[in-house]
């Protein structure tokens, strides 16, 4: 705000950016410290470890740089085929849309450490309870953001942004599923797979790319989302059936497409012109239908979690 203020321009901005981030890991270190010290940990170099763990943390790094094609480099290829106007309509909705991400991200940053934790000492069928659990989460967040995120573009946005909230709930959609993508991929971590897990996100980002070659031309920045939607859909229905292959957990498929079904007609209905009473009303209505179904079916069951207990079997994990 103040280099906005004085007038100084994009790259202030950036560098403002840049400071922050410098700024909160310099903290995050120093915090990281002083935990280690008072818990009585030193560090120490073992090129053993070193090789085991970068083995198995490379690809992970190099996905997180390849799947750079299908979040962000959508917008450099934009540049090419639309106007600066529809590139900042697509900016403002990826903005709104971002906040599924934002909403997930406090489960998340608790889940994602304590899964296979989870897994070892309460065994697989309280980890597929909390993992039912996150995608009910998932998908009544989605309902909300695609209810609501409209709404704020009208009410915070200026009158030349509002077209934004047509493109909005379709970069919902397409958060949902990169989240789901998370959620759902275990096995394939459990079992050390991370070389697989880059040849799929490769080859996700190659589609993706070539759809958007493609398509954009042709259809502007719907061809964009239907390019990020296909490749997306392909590398978590991917991930999927990798991560069941190496471990399987025993989701309940069925119950969850249902789930899915409810999502999407929500979704469908938020797109609907109504009053401000009658949108909340209908966002209210399809969130009760939601969970009043994942409850009724026992797809949210909160577990009991008991002693620790051994996994034995093909799944055992280590």
Not at 78 to 89: G, K, M, P, Q, T
Request: hydrophobic residues 55%; aromatic residues 12%; charged residues 10%.
């Amino acid at each position: 705000m103040i280099v906005l203020h004085y007038g100084f321009g994009v790259q202030a901005v950036l560098l403002a950016g840049f400071i922050s981030a410098i700024l909160q890991t310099l903290v995050i270190i120093c915090l990281q410290y002083k935990a280690n010290k008072k818990a009585g940990i030193n560090y120490h170099v073992s090129l053993c470890v070193t090789k085991k763990y970068l083995s198995y943390c490379l690809p992970l790094m190099f996905s997180g740089l390849i799947i750079f094609g299908l979040n962000g480099l959508e917008r450099w290829l934009l540049v090419y085929y639309v106007s600066f106007n529809d590139i900042a309509l697509y900016t403002v909705a990826f903005k709104f849309a971002l906040i599924l991400v934002l909403l997930m991200q406090p489960f998340g940053m608790w889940w994602m450490p304590k899964r296979f934790e989870y897994l070892s000492n309460n065994g697989i069928k309280v980890t597929t309870q909390i993992t039912h659990i996150s995608i009910v989460l998932l998908c009544s967040l989605t309902i909300c953001v695609c209810f609501f995120s409209p709404f704020f573009i009208d009410m915070f946005m200026p009158e030349n942004y509002h077209s934004a909230k047509d493109l909005v709930v379709i970069l919902v959609i397409i958060f949902a599923i990169r989240e789901l993508n998370e959620l759902i991929n275990m096995g394939a971590l459990i079992k050390q797979e991370t070389k697989n897990l880059l040849v799929i996100n490769t080859i996700a980002t190659v589609i993706g790319v070539l759809l958007i070659l493609i398509l954009t031309p042709i259809y502007k920045i719907n061809g964009v989302l239907g390019a990020l939607m296909i490749a997306q859909s392909i590398r978590t229905l991917t991930t999927y059936w990798l991560s069941q292959r190496c471990f399987y957990f025993p989701f309940a498929i069925k119950e969850i497409i249902v789930l899915f079904t409810i999502t999407i007609i929500s979704t469908v209905i938020s797109q609907l012109q109504q009053t401000l009473l009658l949108h909340i009303s209908s966002a209210v209505l399809s969130l009760f239908i939601l969970l009043s179904y994942a409850f009724g079916i026992q797809l949210i069951s909160f577990p009991i979690i008991g002693k620790s207990k051994k996994i034995t079997g093909d799944n055992d994990v280590i």
